[in-house]
Protein backbone atom coordinates (compact mmCIF):
# COMPACT_ATOMS: atom_id res chain seq x y z
CA UNK A 1 0.00 0.00 0.00
CA UNK A 2 0.72 3.25 -0.79
CA UNK A 3 2.79 5.09 2.60
CA UNK A 4 0.98 8.24 1.67
CA UNK A 5 -2.62 6.65 3.13
CA UNK A 6 -1.55 5.02 5.75
CA UNK A 7 -2.12 7.75 8.51
CA UNK A 8 -5.70 8.18 10.12
CA UNK A 9 -7.21 10.33 7.08
CA UNK A 10 -5.27 9.06 4.91
CA UNK A 11 -3.09 12.01 3.91
CA UNK A 12 -1.16 12.37 0.38
CA UNK A 13 2.56 13.54 0.17
CA UNK A 14 2.91 16.73 -1.31
CA UNK A 15 5.43 16.30 -4.52
CA UNK A 16 7.38 18.87 -5.09
CA UNK A 17 6.85 19.58 -9.01
CA UNK A 18 6.18 22.41 -10.60
CA UNK A 19 2.41 22.98 -11.64
CA UNK A 20 1.49 21.51 -14.99
CA UNK A 21 -2.06 22.22 -16.37
CA UNK A 22 -4.65 20.32 -15.20
CA UNK A 23 -7.83 19.37 -14.54
CA UNK A 24 -10.30 19.11 -17.91
CA UNK A 25 -7.10 18.99 -19.70
CA UNK A 26 -5.19 16.65 -18.43
CA UNK A 27 -7.73 13.85 -19.93
CA UNK A 28 -7.60 11.72 -22.60
CA UNK A 29 -9.23 13.52 -25.47
CA UNK A 30 -10.66 10.60 -27.34
CA UNK A 31 -14.78 11.50 -28.29
CA UNK A 32 -16.77 11.76 -26.18
CA UNK A 33 -19.92 8.79 -26.26
CA UNK A 34 -23.35 9.39 -25.91
CA UNK A 35 -24.69 8.37 -22.49
CA UNK A 36 -28.28 8.63 -23.53
CA UNK A 37 -29.91 4.95 -23.05
CA UNK A 38 -31.73 3.89 -26.05
CA UNK A 39 -35.71 3.76 -25.71
CA UNK A 40 -37.10 0.56 -26.74
CA UNK A 41 -40.48 -0.66 -27.38
CA UNK A 42 -42.38 -2.30 -24.48
CA UNK A 43 -42.51 -5.79 -26.63
CA UNK A 44 -38.56 -5.75 -27.16
CA UNK A 45 -38.04 -5.11 -23.09
CA UNK A 46 -40.29 -8.40 -22.84
CA UNK A 47 -38.23 -10.33 -25.13
CA UNK A 48 -35.26 -9.36 -23.73
CA UNK A 49 -32.10 -12.13 -22.88
CA UNK A 50 -29.43 -9.91 -21.44
CA UNK A 51 -28.33 -9.56 -17.85
CA UNK A 52 -31.14 -8.22 -15.58
CA UNK A 53 -30.63 -5.87 -12.46
CA UNK A 54 -32.57 -4.22 -9.59
CA UNK A 55 -34.32 -1.32 -9.74
CA UNK A 56 -35.54 -1.07 -6.16
CA UNK A 57 -37.56 -3.94 -5.63
CA UNK A 58 -38.04 -4.72 -9.14
CA UNK A 59 -36.11 -6.55 -11.27
CA UNK A 60 -35.58 -5.19 -14.81
CA UNK A 61 -33.37 -5.39 -17.61
CA UNK A 62 -29.92 -3.10 -17.03
CA UNK A 63 -31.15 -0.95 -20.28
CA UNK A 64 -34.14 -0.14 -18.87
CA UNK A 65 -32.70 0.28 -15.44
CA UNK A 66 -30.19 3.08 -16.73
CA UNK A 67 -33.33 4.63 -18.31
CA UNK A 68 -35.49 4.49 -15.20
CA UNK A 69 -32.72 5.86 -12.72
CA UNK A 70 -32.34 8.95 -15.38
CA UNK A 71 -35.75 9.89 -14.93
CA UNK A 72 -35.69 9.87 -11.20
CA UNK A 73 -32.33 11.65 -11.12
CA UNK A 74 -33.85 14.59 -13.69
CA UNK A 75 -37.32 14.75 -11.89
CA UNK A 76 -35.38 15.09 -8.31
CA UNK A 77 -32.26 17.40 -9.31
CA UNK A 78 -33.56 20.62 -8.67
CA UNK A 79 -35.03 19.39 -5.41
CA UNK A 80 -31.74 17.44 -4.73
CA UNK A 81 -30.39 18.74 -1.37
CA UNK A 82 -34.14 18.09 0.23
CA UNK A 83 -34.36 14.62 -1.27
CA UNK A 84 -30.87 14.12 0.81
CA UNK A 85 -32.48 15.95 3.91
CA UNK A 86 -35.57 13.90 4.26
CA UNK A 87 -33.13 10.21 3.22
CA UNK A 88 -30.98 10.99 5.88
CA UNK A 89 -32.83 13.60 8.22
CA UNK A 90 -30.56 16.47 7.45
CA UNK A 91 -27.46 14.59 8.77
CA UNK A 92 -25.84 14.45 5.24
CA UNK A 93 -24.17 17.63 5.41
CA UNK A 94 -22.64 16.50 8.38
CA UNK A 95 -21.51 13.34 6.46
CA UNK A 96 -19.98 15.01 3.60
CA UNK A 97 -18.59 17.36 5.84
CA UNK A 98 -16.94 14.29 7.45
CA UNK A 99 -16.21 12.73 4.15
CA UNK A 100 -14.08 15.42 2.89
CA UNK A 101 -12.15 16.12 6.56
CA UNK A 102 -11.19 12.37 6.87
CA UNK A 103 -9.80 12.31 2.83
CA UNK A 104 -7.99 16.00 3.70
CA UNK A 105 -7.59 16.45 0.31
CA UNK A 106 -5.08 19.16 -1.47
CA UNK A 107 -0.79 19.24 -1.53
CA UNK A 108 -0.40 20.10 2.33
CA UNK A 109 3.41 19.72 3.05
CA UNK A 110 5.02 23.04 3.00
CA UNK A 111 7.96 23.52 -0.06
CA UNK A 112 10.78 25.62 -0.65
CA UNK A 113 10.00 29.11 -1.10
CA UNK A 114 9.20 29.42 -4.97
CA UNK A 115 8.16 26.37 -5.87
CA UNK A 116 5.24 26.11 -6.96
CA UNK A 117 2.80 22.93 -5.45
CA UNK A 118 1.54 20.54 -7.37
CA UNK A 119 -2.00 20.30 -6.48
CA UNK A 120 -4.51 16.77 -6.97
CA UNK A 121 -6.22 15.74 -9.75
CA UNK A 122 -9.61 14.57 -8.46
CA UNK A 123 -12.43 13.05 -9.95
CA UNK A 124 -16.21 12.96 -8.36
CA UNK A 125 -18.31 10.66 -9.94
CA UNK A 126 -22.60 11.35 -9.95
CA UNK A 127 -21.58 14.35 -8.07
CA UNK A 128 -23.64 16.41 -10.71
CA UNK A 129 -24.99 19.14 -8.10
CA UNK A 130 -21.19 19.67 -7.16
CA UNK A 131 -22.10 19.05 -3.35
CA UNK A 132 -18.84 17.12 -2.60
CA UNK A 133 -16.44 18.93 -5.09
CA UNK A 134 -17.06 22.56 -3.64
CA UNK A 135 -16.73 21.29 -0.35
CA UNK A 136 -13.26 19.37 -1.39
CA UNK A 137 -11.32 22.33 -3.31
CA UNK A 138 -12.76 24.69 0.04
CA UNK A 139 -10.40 22.30 1.97
CA UNK A 140 -7.92 22.18 -0.23
CA UNK A 141 -7.49 26.15 -0.62
CA UNK A 142 -8.17 26.83 3.16
CA UNK A 143 -6.96 23.83 5.24
CA UNK A 144 -4.02 23.31 2.92
CA UNK A 145 -3.36 26.69 1.16
CA UNK A 146 -3.44 24.79 -1.89
CA UNK A 147 -4.58 26.46 -5.08
CA UNK A 148 -3.71 24.27 -7.50
CA UNK A 149 -6.17 20.98 -6.37
CA UNK A 150 -8.71 20.59 -9.43
CA UNK A 151 -11.68 18.66 -9.29
CA UNK A 152 -13.91 17.30 -12.31
CA UNK A 153 -17.84 16.20 -11.63
CA UNK A 154 -18.65 13.50 -13.67
CA UNK A 155 -22.34 12.53 -13.88
CA UNK A 156 -24.69 10.79 -16.55
CA UNK A 157 -27.60 13.00 -15.84
CA UNK A 158 -27.10 16.55 -17.56
CA UNK A 159 -30.43 17.82 -15.65
CA UNK A 160 -27.86 17.36 -11.92
CA UNK A 161 -24.84 18.52 -14.32
CA UNK A 162 -27.14 21.58 -15.06
CA UNK A 163 -27.97 21.78 -11.43
CA UNK A 164 -24.21 21.79 -10.53
CA UNK A 165 -23.09 24.79 -12.90
CA UNK A 166 -25.60 26.83 -11.73
CA UNK A 167 -24.67 26.42 -7.91
CA UNK A 168 -21.29 26.62 -9.20
CA UNK A 169 -21.64 30.37 -9.63
CA UNK A 170 -21.91 30.94 -6.14
CA UNK A 171 -18.95 29.56 -5.26
CA UNK A 172 -15.42 31.23 -5.97
CA UNK A 173 -15.01 27.95 -8.46
CA UNK A 174 -17.14 28.83 -11.36
CA UNK A 175 -15.26 29.56 -14.45
CA UNK A 176 -11.75 28.67 -13.02
CA UNK A 177 -9.44 25.82 -14.63
CA UNK A 178 -10.03 24.18 -10.70
CA UNK A 179 -13.44 23.23 -11.00
CA UNK A 180 -15.09 21.10 -14.60
CA UNK A 181 -17.93 19.25 -15.20
CA UNK A 182 -18.12 16.46 -17.40
CA UNK A 183 -21.02 14.35 -18.55
CA UNK A 184 -19.88 10.62 -18.29
CA UNK A 185 -20.78 7.08 -17.53
CA UNK A 186 -19.30 5.43 -14.37
CA UNK A 187 -19.19 2.54 -15.93
CA UNK A 188 -16.96 3.64 -19.11
CA UNK A 189 -15.08 6.49 -18.45
CA UNK A 190 -13.34 6.18 -21.79
CA UNK A 191 -12.54 10.02 -21.77
CA UNK A 192 -10.40 9.55 -18.82
CA UNK A 193 -6.65 8.50 -19.18
CA UNK A 194 -5.54 5.55 -17.14
CA UNK A 195 -3.57 6.29 -14.35
CA UNK A 196 -3.85 10.01 -14.22
CA UNK A 197 -5.79 10.64 -10.61
CA UNK A 198 -5.05 11.19 -7.74
CA UNK A 199 -8.35 10.94 -6.01
CA UNK A 200 -11.92 9.44 -7.14
CA UNK A 201 -14.82 10.25 -5.20
CA UNK A 202 -18.62 9.21 -5.35
CA UNK A 203 -20.92 9.98 -2.60
CA UNK A 204 -24.62 8.33 -2.53
CA UNK A 205 -24.32 7.58 -6.14
CA UNK A 206 -23.06 4.26 -6.47
CA UNK A 207 -26.04 2.29 -5.41
CA UNK A 208 -27.99 3.84 -8.69
CA UNK A 209 -24.96 2.20 -10.39
CA UNK A 210 -26.30 -0.03 -13.21
CA UNK A 211 -23.08 -2.43 -13.19
CA UNK A 212 -21.16 -1.67 -9.91
CA UNK A 213 -18.42 -3.89 -10.37
CA UNK A 214 -17.77 -2.53 -14.25
CA UNK A 215 -17.92 1.38 -12.14
CA UNK A 216 -15.27 0.29 -9.71
CA UNK A 217 -12.78 -1.43 -12.55
CA UNK A 218 -12.81 1.90 -14.03
CA UNK A 219 -12.33 3.76 -10.78
CA UNK A 220 -9.32 1.78 -10.69
CA UNK A 221 -8.40 2.16 -13.74
CA UNK A 222 -8.29 5.93 -13.74
CA UNK A 223 -5.98 5.96 -10.40
CA UNK A 224 -2.41 6.22 -10.53
CA UNK A 225 -0.90 3.94 -8.54
CA UNK A 226 -1.18 4.82 -4.70
CA UNK A 227 -4.60 6.66 -5.97
CA UNK A 228 -7.06 6.25 -3.39
CA UNK A 229 -11.20 5.65 -4.21
CA UNK A 230 -13.13 6.50 -1.44
CA UNK A 231 -17.40 5.81 -1.26
CA UNK A 232 -19.55 7.57 1.06
CA UNK A 233 -22.97 5.33 0.30
CA UNK A 234 -26.22 4.32 2.57
CA UNK A 235 -25.55 1.41 4.22
CA UNK A 236 -26.78 -1.27 7.03
CA UNK A 237 -28.09 0.05 10.31
CA UNK A 238 -26.38 -2.39 12.89
CA UNK A 239 -28.26 -1.90 15.84
CA UNK A 240 -31.96 -3.69 15.08
CA UNK A 241 -34.42 -1.73 17.75
CA UNK A 242 -32.63 1.27 15.78
CA UNK A 243 -32.39 -0.25 11.99
CA UNK A 244 -36.29 -0.72 12.92
CA UNK A 245 -37.23 2.71 13.55
CA UNK A 246 -35.16 4.24 10.84
CA UNK A 247 -37.32 1.88 7.79
CA UNK A 248 -40.68 2.66 9.35
CA UNK A 249 -39.05 6.10 8.62
CA UNK A 250 -37.69 5.53 5.29
CA UNK A 251 -40.79 3.73 4.09
CA UNK A 252 -43.26 5.46 5.82
CA UNK A 253 -42.51 9.07 5.33
CA UNK A 254 -40.22 9.78 3.06
CA UNK A 255 -42.33 8.59 -0.08
CA UNK A 256 -44.87 10.69 1.30
CA UNK A 257 -43.08 13.89 2.08
CA UNK A 258 -41.72 12.81 -1.67
CA UNK A 259 -45.21 13.87 -2.81
CA UNK A 260 -46.39 16.33 -0.54
CA UNK A 261 -43.01 18.49 -1.18
CA UNK A 262 -41.89 17.60 -4.93
CA UNK A 263 -44.91 16.06 -6.41
CA UNK A 264 -43.52 12.71 -6.73
CA UNK A 265 -43.71 10.05 -4.76
CA UNK A 266 -42.55 7.08 -7.22
CA UNK A 267 -38.89 8.51 -7.09
CA UNK A 268 -38.67 8.81 -3.47
CA UNK A 269 -40.35 5.14 -3.37
CA UNK A 270 -37.31 3.97 -5.49
CA UNK A 271 -34.92 5.68 -3.80
CA UNK A 272 -35.57 4.13 -0.35
CA UNK A 273 -35.78 0.79 -1.64
CA UNK A 274 -32.82 1.51 -3.58
CA UNK A 275 -30.73 1.89 0.05
CA UNK A 276 -32.25 -1.01 0.97
CA UNK A 277 -30.75 -3.23 -1.98
CA UNK A 278 -27.33 -2.09 -1.56
CA UNK A 279 -25.19 -4.33 -0.36
CA UNK A 280 -23.78 -4.72 3.31
CA UNK A 281 -20.44 -2.60 4.16
CA UNK A 282 -18.55 -6.12 4.41
CA UNK A 283 -20.21 -7.43 0.85
CA UNK A 284 -19.14 -3.74 -0.70
CA UNK A 285 -15.64 -3.96 0.66
CA UNK A 286 -15.30 -7.47 -0.98
CA UNK A 287 -16.49 -5.82 -4.10
CA UNK A 288 -13.73 -2.99 -3.98
CA UNK A 289 -11.02 -5.53 -2.87
CA UNK A 290 -12.08 -7.85 -6.00
CA UNK A 291 -11.68 -4.55 -8.43
CA UNK A 292 -8.20 -4.87 -7.43
CA UNK A 293 -7.89 -2.46 -4.42
CA UNK A 294 -5.99 -2.58 -1.43
CA UNK A 295 -8.56 -1.92 1.72
CA UNK A 296 -7.24 -0.79 4.73
CA UNK A 297 -8.78 -2.73 8.32
CA UNK A 298 -11.39 -3.04 8.88
CA UNK A 299 -12.62 -2.11 5.63
CA UNK A 300 -15.19 0.81 6.51
CA UNK A 301 -16.05 3.43 8.44
CA UNK A 302 -19.80 3.49 9.90
CA UNK A 303 -21.85 6.92 10.21
CA UNK A 304 -24.76 7.21 12.72
CA UNK A 305 -25.09 3.75 13.79
CA UNK A 306 -24.48 2.48 10.00
CA UNK A 307 -27.60 4.54 7.83
CA UNK A 308 -24.27 5.21 5.67
CA UNK A 309 -20.59 4.25 5.54
CA UNK A 310 -17.32 5.89 4.16
CA UNK A 311 -15.52 3.18 1.84
CA UNK A 312 -11.67 3.33 0.77
CA UNK A 313 -9.28 1.37 -1.32
CA UNK A 314 -5.63 2.32 -2.60
CA UNK A 315 -5.05 1.25 -5.78
CA UNK A 316 -1.19 -0.89 -5.11
CA UNK A 317 1.98 -0.25 -6.87
CA UNK A 318 2.28 -2.94 -9.40
Given at each position: MD????????KLLSRQLKVRNVCSRSFATSSKRSQQPQKRSQDSRSNDNR???DFGFETVSEALKASRVGAVFSSVA???DNMNDFM?????????DQFVRSLNPGAHVQV?????VAGWKI???AGGTGDIAFRMLDHATTINQDNNTCVTVADINTFMLAEGRLRSRETAYANSSRLDFIEANAEDLSTI???????????FGIRNFTDKGAALREAFRVLKPGGLFACLEFSKVQNALFNNIYKRWSFGAIPLLGQIVAGDRDSYQYLVESI?????QETFRNMITQAGFAVPAPGWQNLTGGIAAIHRGVKPFQ
Open positions: PRWTSGNFSTTSSYSLGVHRLWKPTGEPLDVASDSLDLYTVADKFPS
